[in-house]
Nanobody
Framework: QVQLVESGGGSVQAGGSLRLSCAAS??????????MGWFRQNPGKEREGVAA???????SYADSVKGRFTISKDDAKKMLYLQMINLNPEDTAMYYC????????????????????WGQGTQVTVSS
């Protein structure tokens, strides 16, 4: 079972930046075979896909974050990242990383139902 641990959340002012990290457990033998994603959720709202990356490095983003967020991964370190710039109060949420083993040629998975493994989340708060 994959275990994921997010870090890097915090409180920033509008226009600021944060870099989220997601560490995968060591028992992943072939981390590079996983599709990964970042999601966010506010209380009482559905979890929404923010960014996703497939095993080949192709990416997909929600329209609301295109041009501001960048997802990346380091297979050797078993790490997933989300670089966020020009943050605004609407970006405030609990951010989660997710992982799912995927076949070669799979597209980035940006929907919640496509993942079975989740981290515990890291809070991002953006003040105006």
């Amino acid at each position: 079972q994959v275990q994921l641990v997010e870090s890097g959340g915090g409180s920033v002012q509008a226009g600021g930046s944060l870099r989220l990290s997601c560490a995968a457990s060591r028992n992943i033998m072939i981390y590079s075979g996983y599709c990964m994603g970042w999601f966010r959720q506010n209380p009482g709202k559905e979890r929404e896909g923010v960014a996703a990356i497939d095993r080949g490095g192709r990416t997909s983003y929600a329209d609301s974050v295109k041009g501001r967020f960048t997802i990346s991964k380091d297979d050797a370190k078993k790490m997933l990242y989300l670089q966020m710039i020009n943050l605004n109060p609407e970006d405030t949420a609990m951010y989660y990383c997710a992982a799912e083993y995927c076949d070669r040629g799979s597209s980035p998975k940006i929907f919640e139902y496509e993942y079975n493994t989740w981290g515990q989340g890291t809070q991002v708060t953006v003040s105006s």
